[in-house]
C-alpha cells in the first residue's frame, strides 16, 4: 500500500506550521506587550501553535484561568484558553496586561470570541490582532490511522467525531463512504460489493454480531482494504481498548486541557500547559507521561522529546519503555500511543496481514469463517460448513443464506453434468449438512432445499436405486418431522405424503412406515381428523401390507379414532397392533408405545382396573429399552390407575410422571401441561422429586 507522503519540514521537529508564521511574525521585534486573538481556536491545533511560538519563546506557557496572570513575571508570553466564566474579570483586569507588558495569544472558539466581544467590549477593544485558526484533526488519531494501514491491519475502530478530516488528512483524495451495518446479512452483502472501489466506515454497530457480519460480507465480496467500525456501540459497553488483533483501535479524542494541564503540574511539570499541548492532548500520552515525571525523569526530556517528532505519543512511549516505566502487558500494547510506537517492531500482540493467515485470539470462530470464505473454491460443500458453522455461533440468518449458495451452487454443478446419471457427488454433502441443521431444530434452511433435491433426483436418475437413494428417505423424513416440531402442520402433511409415495428411497419398511404416521399426526394437529382418518383407512385398505406398514396403519387410526373421541373403536385398533407385535416381534420397544396406547384408550373409558396391568407392562419394556416418551406417558397412567384404586404408591408414581414428563418433553409441552393439574391432584401436599 502507498501512503502519501510524510508531512513536510515545516511541521516536524521545531519548524512552523504555516498558519502559526504570522502569529509569530506578530510578535517579533516587540519591547511591549501585545494581545493578540486566534479565534475559531481548535485544540487538535494547540500543539502546532505551542511548537512554532516556543522557538523564540522558551518562556512560553498555556494557561486556562485567567485570574492566573496577576502572579505571571512582567514580559511573560502566554496562551489563554479562553473562558466563558473569566470575560467580566478580563474586562476588569485589562490594565494587567499593559502593567506587566504581557505577551498574550487568546485561544479562542467562535462562541467564546462571540462572548468577549458582548460582555468584555473593553478588553476586546485593546485586541490588536486577529488570526484564525484552520479546521484540523487531531494529529494522532492521523497518525494512527496511518499506522494502521501501515501495519495492514483489517479493520479499524475509530471513536469521536471528524472521521472525515482525519481520513483526508491520513488518505488525502481517497473517498470514505458510509453504510450501515445493522441490517440484514444481503443487505450488508451489497454495500460491500457496490462499494468495491471505495473506503467503507460502517456505522450504527450495536453489537458483536453486526461486527462479525459486516467482516464476513467484506470477505465474500472479495474485499481486502481495510475497513472502518465507527463509534460502535461496543466501545462505551466493553471498553476503549476492546479491539482484538484485527482491529486496531483508533480515537479522535483530546483530554480536556484544564485537566490534563492539572495532572501534569500536579507530578511536578514547571509547564504543564504547554506540555500538555506538545503532547497533543492524547489522553493515554498524557497519563503516561504523569508516570514518566513521577519516576523523576525531567520535563526538559520530556519536552524535548515530543518537540522532536512528528508523532510525540509514539516517542513518549518509546521512552517510557526504555525507562522501565511502562511495560508491554495486553492491555498496554493495545493502547493507540504502544500500536504506534511497536506494532511495526512486533512488539505488540501480533497483527495478521491482509492476504495472510489470521490470528485465533480475539475471536477464533470468526477469523476461522472469514477465513473459508477467501481461501479456495467456494464448493457446495464450502457454502455447506460455512453454513453449519455460524449456525453453531447462532447466526441463523447468515445460515440460511449461505444454505441458499450451497443449493444454488449444486444445481449449477448439475446442469453442467446433466450426462452423468449418478448425481451422488452433488448431493451427499448437501443431504449430510441438512441432517445437520436438522439434529439443531432448525428446519428453516431445509423446506426449500428438500423439494429442489427431489426434482434434482428425479430428473436426473428416473429409476434411482435403493442404494443410491435412501439417504434422501432418512432427510425427507427429517425435514417433514422439523416441520411438524415447528407447528407447519400442513407443510409437514404435505412432505410425509411425498416422501411416503416413493418406498424405493426409504431405508427400511418402518421408515415408509414413519411417513404414513407422521401425516397423520400432522392433519390432525392442523384440525383435519376426518381427513388423517381417510388417509389411515386407505392405506388399510391396501392387500399385502408388510409388517411394519400394517401395524403403522393401525397405530395411525386408532390416533385418530382417539382424538375424535371414539375411544372404543381406538381399543380395538390398540389391540390388534398389541396382538401383530407379540405375535412377529416380542419384546421390540414398539410394543411398549403400543400398550401405551391401549391403556390410554382404556382409562379414557373409566377401565381402570383394566388399564393398571397394561401401563405397568408398558412401563417394564419402557424402562428396559430407556424409551422416555414412553415410560413417562406409561407412569403417568399408572399413577391415574393407582389413585382411582386407591393405591397407596399413587403419589409416588405421580411424581416420578411429572419429573419424567419434564424431562422427555419439556415444561413447556402440551403434554406435560395439560397432566401436570392431575398429576398434582394425586401427590397433594407433596412436592414432586426435582
Known amino acids: 500500500m502507498v501512503l502519501p507522503a510524510s508531512p513536510p519540514p515545516d511541521q516536524q521537529g521545531q519548524g512552523l506550521a504555516p498558519w502559526v508564521e504570522p502569529i509569530a511574525e506578530a510578535f517579533r521585534g516587540l519591547d511591549r506587550g501585545l494581545l493578540v486573538l486566534v479565534d475559531h481556536a481548535s485544540n487538535a491545533r494547540l500543539g502546532e501553535l505551542v511548537r512554532g511560538l516556543l522557538v523564540e519563546h522558551p518562556d512560553l506557557e498555556v494557561v486556562t484561568e485567567a485570574p492566573t496572570l496577576e502572579d505571571l513575571p512582567v514580559g511573560s508570553f502566554v496562551i489563554l484558553a479562553v473562558r466563558s466564566e473569566d470575560a467580566t474579570w478580563l474586562n476588569l483586569k485589562r490594565p494587567i496586561f499593559k502593567e506587566r507588558a504581557l505577551n498574550v495569544v487568546l485561544w479562542s472558539s467562535k462562541k467564546e470570541t462571540a462572548l468577549l466581544g458582548r460582555c468584555a467590549p473593553d478588553f476586546a477593544d485593546w485586541i490588536t490582532r486577529r488570526f484564525e485558526c484552520p479546521p484540523g484533526p487531531p494529529p494522532h488519531a492521523v497518525m494512527g490511522l496511518r499506522a494502521a494501514l501501515c501495519a495492514r491491519a483489517i479493520g479499524i475502530r475509530f471513536r469521536g467525531t471528524g472521521l472525515d478530516q482525519v481520513f483526508e488528512a491520513a488518505l488525502p483524495g481517497r473517498k470514505l463512504v458510509r453504510a450501515s451495518a445493522s441490517g440484514e446479512y444481503p443487505a450488508l452483502l451489497d454495500a460491500a460489493r457496490g462499494l468495491r472501489r471505495d473506503w467503507i466506515a460502517w456505522t450504527n454497530v450495536r453489537s458483536r454480531r453486526d461486527i462479525d457480519c459486516t467482516y464476513w460480507a467484506l470477505a465474500e465480496a472479495g474485499r481486502r482494504r481495510p475497513f472502518v467500525l465507527e463509534n460502535d456501540r461496543l466501545a462505551r459497553d466493553l471498553g476503549p481498548f476492546w479491539d482484538g488483533p484485527d482491529l486496531w483501535f483508533v480515537h479522535g479524542q483530546l483530554a480536556r486541557l484544564k485537566l490534563a494541564r492539572a495532572k501534569l503540574a500536579a507530578a511536578g511539570a514547571p509547564f504543564p500547559g504547554r506540555l500538555a499541548a506538545l503532547l497533543g492532548l492524547e489522553p493515554e500520552v498524557i497519563g503516561l507521561t504523569v508516570d514518566l515525571l513521577r519516576r523523576d525523569v525531567t520535563a526538559t526530556l520530556l ?387 426435582a
Open 303 to 689: 519536552e524535548e522529546t515530543a518537540r522532536s517528532s512528528p508523532d510525540p505519543g509514539v516517542a513518549i512511549t518509546r521512552l517510557a519503555v526504555e525507562r522501565g516505566v511502562s511495560s508491554l502487558g495486553p492491555r498496554r500494547t493495545r493502547s493507540p500511543n504502544f500500536r504506534r510506537a511497536f506494532a511495526r517492531d512486533g512488539r505488540t500482540q501480533q497483527e495478521p496481514r491482509l492476504g495472510e493467515p489470521f490470528s485465533t485470539n480475539w475471536a477464533h470462530h470468526v477469523n476461522a469463517v472469514h477465513a473459508l470464505l477467501r481461501e479456495g473454491a467456494r464448493s457446495p460443500e464450502r457454502w455447506h460448513t460455512l453454513a453449519l458453522r455460524v449456525l453453531d455461533y447462532g447466526y441463523t440468518d447468515v445460515a440460511r443464506v449461505w444454505a441458499a449458495r450451497a443449493s444454488t451452487t449444486i444445481e449449477t454443478l448439475v446442469e453442467a453434468k446433466r450426462a452423468d446419471p449418478a448425481p451422488s457427488d452433488f448431493y451427499l454433502a448437501e443431504v449430510a449438512a441438512l441432517r445437520a441443521l436438522l439434529s439443531r431444530g432448525l428446519s428453516f434452511v431445509s423446506h426449500a432445499v428438500i423439494l429442489r433435491l427431489e426434482a434434482r433426483m428425479m430428473a436426473l436418475s428416473p429409476q434411482p436405486t435403493q442404494g443410491d437413494w435412501w439417504l434422501y428417505g432418512d432427510v425427507a423424513l427429517e425435514v417433514a418431522q422439523a416441520s411438524l416440531r415447528a407447528g407447519r402442520w400442513l407443510f409437514a402433511a404435505d412432505l410425509f405424503a411425498r416422501g411416503g409415495a416413493q418406498p424405493w428411497a426409504h431405508r427400511s419398511e418402518w421408515v415408509s412406515a414413519a411417513f404414513l404416521e407422521g401425516q397423520v399426526e400432522a392433519l390432525l394437529q392442523a384440525g383435519e381428523a376426518a381427513r388423517a382418518e381417510a388417509v389411515a383407512r386407505s392405506a388399510l385398505a391396501e392387500s399385502d401390507l408388510p409388517l411394519p406398514h400394517l401395524v403403522g396403519a393401525h397405530r395411525a387410526l386408532a390416533r385418530v379414532l382417539a382424538a375424535r373421541g371414539r375411544f372404543d373403536e381406538a381399543e380395538n385398533e390398540w389391540r390388534l397392533v398389541v396382538a401383530l407385535l407379540e405375535r412377529e416381534l416380542p419384546g421390540h420397544p414398539t410394543l411398549g408405545s403400543a400398550l401405551v396406547g391401549l391403556a390410554d384408550a382404556l382409562t379414557s373409558q373409566g377401565r381402570h382396573a383394566e388399564a393398571e396391568p397394561v401401563a405397568a407392562r408398558a412401563l417394564q419394556l419402557a424402562e428396559k429399552h430407556a424409551h422416555h416418551p414412553d415410560r413417562a406417558a406409561a407412569l403417568r397412567l399408572l399413577a391415574a390407575a393407582h389413585s382411582v384404586l386407591g393405591l397407596p404408591d399413587a403419589p409416588e408414581l405421580a411424581g416420578r410422571a411429572l419429573s419424567a414428563l419434564r424431562e422427555a418433553f419439556g415444561e413447556d409441552h402440551p403434554l406435560t401441561q395439560s397432566s401436570e393439574p392431575h398429576l398434582r391432584r394425586i401427590l397433594g401436599d407433596a412436592d414432586p422429586p
